[in-house]
Every structure is written in C-alpha cells, then in structure tokens.
C-alpha cells in the first residue's frame, strides 16, 4: 500500500504478489505487529527490523507508486546522480521525499536509517573525494546490500576510493556505532524517523553528532495532532506509517530543546487517507509528508536585528536562485530582509559564505513576533493548505487491503 514508510512484520510469503510496496516499504494485509501496543522500544524495533530484513531479502516484484517528490521536481544535479545507482539499490530505495540538500562537496555527512544505501550513494557522489558519508541502520540485510554496491559506485562515480561505509546501529543510540560528538556538518534521514520508538532520543543524538552549525536536513511522515490510542494501537495503522508519524509540534518543541534552532520547512505535501474505515480510527487526524532543516546553534551568529541577506550566486549548483525553505528563494544579487532567527541560520551553516549580511541599524526587532512568525512558518499543514500541495497516494488496491485488514 502506499504509505510512506512501513514497519508491519510480516513472512516473505505474506510479502509476495498481494500488497502494493510503497515510496517507503509499505504493505499492509494482514499480519500487522502490535508494535504500538505498548511495547517497549525495544520490541517496536524488532518488529521493524525483521519487515525491513524481509522485504529486502525476499523476491518481490510489486509495482512501487510514485513518491511525493519524484525524480521530475529534483534538482538536475541529484536527478543525474541518481540515475547513475544500481538497480537493485534504487528499486529497494524507501525514501518518502527529498533528502538531499544543496552544498555538499567536501562535507562530512550521515544517513539515519540508510536502508539500500541510494541517498548515500548520491551524497557520496555530490560530496566528493575530499568528503566522506555514513550511512547507519539496524537492519542486516539493508546494511548487506549497501554493502555489495560500494565499489560499484566508487567506479561509476570516478573516486580513487571508498568515501562511503554502512554501519549498523540505532538511530536512538550513535554513540554504540562509535559515532563522536561534532563530527558531521550534515545528517539526512529519509522516512525512518517516524519508525523510531523515542524522536526525541534521534534529535538529541543528531545533534551531538553535529558540529556547530551543521544541518539535519529529513523527509518524514507527519500529523497534525495527538494521534487517539485507538489509532496507536491499531498495527494496521502502524504499518502505514500513521500510528508513528511524527506529530509536528512535538517535532518544533523537542528541536529547540535539543539545541536546534526552530526547524525550517522546505517542503510539505498532504495526503489523504480517504477509506470511511481508517477515518473512523483516525477521528480527524491529518497527514503530510513533509522536509525540514534543523540546524545546530552556533555561537556568535546572532544579530540584534533583521539583517539584509544577498546571496553570491555561488552555489554551484543553485546557479543564480538558492531556495533555502518554503517562505525564502533568494536571487542572487538582490538583498532580502530577513529576522535574526533566519540571518543566524543562515550565518551559522555552509551556506553563510555564500551570503553578504549587512545589519540594518536602527531597525529594531520583536523577538517575540519573530519567534511567533518563525512558529508559524513551521506549519507544514498550513503551508500545504496555502500552495495547495496535495498528492493522492492511495489506490482501489489500497482500499482493499484497508477493508480487508479492519474488517477482521
Ligand atoms: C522506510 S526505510 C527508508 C530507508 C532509506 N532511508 C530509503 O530512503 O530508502 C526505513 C529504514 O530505517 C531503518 N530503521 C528503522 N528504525 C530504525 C532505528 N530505530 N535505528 C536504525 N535504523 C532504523 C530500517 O531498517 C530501514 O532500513
């Protein structure tokens, strides 16, 4: 079924034939695990990792929807990227967005739940010789398929050599995949943080992992409120990648309590989930699936007021036009005003150098405002209502799995 990441635990037998796979691993039917049962973390991984083990070793030849922000919307330089992975790496790619951002030569980057290893592969390519990439997941048989292609892409890719490794491990847990404190200028994750039992235990551990002014750049799966526990408990649910969304605010308020400064959203779709039997679980609950930017705090970024913002041109890859999130396309030549919460992100990361700043003295600032705006613009539901992103992820075939599963 299309959903947009998966965690239901299944036989490679109930994984043939009958259930469409997702952009992120799905399928459902029957079989779903009681992982939101009040399990312990332990139990809610265990359950994910032997559908992920499953799904990969097994022979599968399900067609796979489309995800929300397919090959046609990606930069060409990730598209070219991309298109230059093995097969057998893209087709177990479960990615549910873009996780990819701009400025990457040289950088030191990590995945958190790199699955097949195709966004690692990318980055590996767009980081360079001089950068270097981890990609960590618990799963055995995703961490052996990363594996077998590393020299393939270190060949196709024109590297002297290997600059990326997989190690297994939790994204709960870095430092038991001996990951040290300010190592990284960017993490990505792709759909897998809406598969961990403690969000908040990923933010922290991605944060200490990140040097000062380095980004955790994340697609994932989102709600807009409290899911019931009726819909916690439901494993269908589960496994369609809606019991464990990430409830947005809670994303917003363990972000600034981690250290990061307020996330920014980069894109936002939502979806629907249009069967009369899950509506009446999810009493109202929404979804999307959205990016965010979460950078780390670093000293001395901070102005007393807005700051005029001119980006260089210089990305080599943005050429003249930088989207840096959904509220802030900066042309390059042309001054922007922008709040100090944004001048500070923008100063504190890669991107800074790529920017002239020029306070504006005498302007003065409403922190609170500022505060109360950059919440606002947070909002991947309102953003998505205001654009009018929406994607129709879910088909006849869907609906019949849905009816079949709650009807039991
Ligand atoms: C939906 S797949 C996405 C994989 C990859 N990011 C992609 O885009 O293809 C989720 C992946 O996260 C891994 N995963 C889920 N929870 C995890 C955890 N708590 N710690 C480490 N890996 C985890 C799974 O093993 C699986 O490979």
Redesign the pocket.
Known sequence: MQQ????QSQSSDQLKGEIPRS????GGGGGYPAVARGQS?DA??DT??E???QL?AGEDSRPIPQCPTTDKSWPKHIRDAAAQCHDEVVS?????GL?IPDCLDGMQVL?????????CFVISKLVGENGHVI?????DE?LSLANKYIDYHTKKFGLSKPNVEFRK?????LGEADLKDNTFDVIV??????????KKA?LQEAHRVLKPGGELYF?DIYTNQTLSEKARQSDLLWGE?ISGALVWKDVIKYAQEVGFEIPRLVTSYTYAVPFECVQNILEGAEFCSATYRLVKKRDGTSSPGPVKATYKGSLAECGQTFQFDVFYTFKAGIPVEVPNDVASILKATRYGAHFDFEDMPGVTTNKDEDYARSLDQADPFAYAAKSASSINIFTEEHKKIFEAATAK
């Not at 947009?4 to 965690?7: A, H, K, M, Y």
């Not at 994750?189 to 403690?198: I, K």
């Open positions: 947009c990441c998966v965690g952009c992120c691993g799905g973390d809610v991984r994910v990792r559908f992920y083990g990969v177990k790619y479960f990615g549910c996780a995945d958190l739940g790199s699955g097949s290893g195709r966004d990609g960590i997941d618990m799963t995703q491990g939790y994204i709960e847990k994750s792709n759909c897998v943080v809406n598969l961990s039992p403690d990923v697609a990648c």
